[in-house]
């Protein structure tokens, strides 16, 4: 007997990744969960450049770093991404960075209950 298997791809969605010192990720993640945002990817990184290298008055800089990246609809960038910028501290200098990524397809499991959702929805906005 063959499996039924198909796959759902998304093509309205982005990535958006920043990058903070080590200390600051639980922050940001703890903003996202605050928002309803279920899952991110958290992985460690290790930071080189002339600051880092030199420190502020010849001290040292920490370099290891965070990186957390989430893949989100389109609508909802700005607002998460304001999120995750200031629970990052961002706006100091030397906290980190973060950029979105244009993604022109994803795949992931998608339970039925939403697709049906989602068809339900665009069959209103086109009626």
Same mark, same amino acid.
């Given at each position: 007997m063959a499996s039924r298997r198909s796959m759902t791809t998304l093509t309205d969605? &982005?990535?958006? @990744?920043? *990058?903070?010192?080590?200390d600051n990720a639980d922050a940001v993640t703890n903003a996202l969960l605050e928002i309803g945002i279920q899952g991110a990817s958290v992985h460690a990184a290790m930071g080189t450049g002339v600051r880092e290298r030199l420190g502020v008055l010849g001290v040292a800089v920490d370099v290891e770093r965070s990186v957390i990246s989430l893949m989100v609809a389109r609508d909802q960038v700005n607002r998460i991404f304001e999120r995750m910028y200031l629970a990052g501290r961002l706006? @100091?200098?030397? /906290?980190?960075? /973060?950029? *979105? @990524?244009p993604l022109l397809q994803a795949a992931t499991y998608v339970p039925p209950h939403v697709? $049906?959702?989602? &068809?339900? $929805?665009? $069959?209103? &906005?086109?009626?």
């Open positions: 969605v &982005a990535m958006i @990744t920043c *990058v903070v010192q080590r706006d @100091t200098p030397g /906290m980190g960075f /973060m950029y *979105v @990524t697709l $049906e959702r989602v &068809a339900q $929805e665009r $069959e209103l &906005a086109g009626a």
